[in-house]
């Protein structure tokens, strides 16, 4: 028969055990928040952040709050079945304070939330003064390479309708040219036709009534 002491002991062991497999299992699902949160891309409406994660926590997606800074409505984007580290902001107002946290998403739940992140947008003209007048965006590349393209056209077809109009009056002029010749001649033959006969002696032919 066992003694009670022995079996106090042999429970308290198991519990012992027991509470380990808890403590390993919860740490194996315990996820750490976020770090390095940045804003990147910065733009009158739009941004873009980025984060980093502890090498070896088993993330398989992200959570974004977004909230203007001083207002409770909240904007909330979830994304699972991914290993990006970074999430596009838009339809953002500009000149406007945004605070953002982010949070990792394992098969076990999420992490705590990142430290806040703040920023505020720009302003268009801010925006528009800040652009060097040497800087080219591919967008404009795209409409000058347009423009040129267009302008060429136009040159071309401008040049080939000029073609076109000087080959058709040097044909006219050929044509015109090859005529005189003919014409002089009908003129000479119709000034004799028309000219009066004259009298071998030199007097004038008449008739006899």
Known sequence: M???GSSAAVLLLLLRLGLLSLSAADADTLLSAPLNVTIRELEVNSAVVTWEILEGDPVIGFAITQQKKDVRMLRFIQEVN??????????????????VHVQSIS??????????????TPKESEKMASKS??????????????????????????????AGVI????????????N????NK??????????????????????NV
């Open 2 to 4: 066992a003694k009670p």
């Open 82 to 99: 991914t290993t990006t580290r970074s999430c596009a902001l838009w339809d953002l107002d500009e000149d406007t304070e945004y605070i």
């Open 107 to 120: 098969m076990g739940g999420s992490s705590p939330p990142s430290q806040p992140v703040l920023f505020r």
């Open 133 to 162: 007048p040497d800087e080219v965006t591919m967008e404009e590349v795209g409409d000058a390479a347009q423009l040129r393209a267009g302008e060429l056209i136009i040159i071309v077809v401008v040049l080939i309708m000029w």
């Open 167 to 178: 080959a058709l009056f040097c044909r006219q002029y050929d044509i015109i040219k090859d």
């Open 180 to 183: 005189e010749p003919n014409n």
């Open 186 to 207: 009908d003129k000479a033959k119709n000034s004799s036709e028309c000219s009066t006969p004259e009298h071998p002696q030199g007097g004038l032919l008449r008739s």
